[in-house]
């Protein structure tokens, strides 16, 4: 079983909505995917869902039971599996996570237009490679605040959870052959 845990800093950078997204695109995929968190509640309203249980085929949400899952996609820190930072390119974001020492294999980055950081900056300050960009875009806002998510995920999103599955997958693949 794979673990992928997505950490922030601070709060609202986007952890939720982008281990949602990570766990739709997995399932999607034919994996069987649990997906669970810190608060499990923000992610079923994410999901336009009202509590834990089946989200759709292949994705449960929910705590460990003890099934069986090829994956596992944690919002928020946990002592398994691979660790990603998402974080905005944002002075106050970046010092929060550098200032409690968080650990990752990588950064996905959520990009809005007018930031004076970049990707480039985010990548310097943390040291991380920069694995994957969420654009901030107002069709992922309708998305989730209309609880249609978990069925029109937009494809800028996809298309970062694609990307996220394909970094820890062939990460995990390489540290095990």
Not at 85 to 99: D, F, K, S
Not at 104 to 129: F, I, K
Not at 140 to 156: H, K, M, N, Q, T
């Amino acid at each position: 079983m794979e673990q992928i845990n997505l950490v922030q800093g601070k709060g609202g950078q986007g952890t939720s909505v982008a281990a949602c997204a990570v766990a739709l695109k997995a399932a999607g995929e034919g994996r069987l995917v649990r997906l669970d968190g810190q608060d499990r509640a923000t992610l079923a309203a994410i999901l336009g869902r009202h509590s834990d249980g089946p989200v759709r085929p292949g994705l449960i949400l929910g705590a460990d039971t003890g099934e069986r899952f090829d994956l596992v996609v944690h919002d928020g820190p946990s002592g398994q599996g691979t660790r990603l930072l998402v974080t905005r390119a944002c002075y106050l974001a970046l010092r929060r996570a550098l200032n409690l020492g968080i650990t990752a294999a990588g950064v996905v980055v959520v990009t809005e237009p007018g930031r004076a950081l970049g990707c480039e900056d985010v990548a310097a300050v943390t040291g991380l490679s920069v694995i994957a960009t969420i654009p901030l875009r107002a069709e992922i806002a309708r998305a989730v605040d209309a609880g249609v998510l978990a069925d029109r995920l937009p494809d800028s999103l996809a298309t970062a959870a694609d990307q996220i599955l394909e970094f820890v997958l062939t990460r995990t693949e390489t540290e095990v052959a």
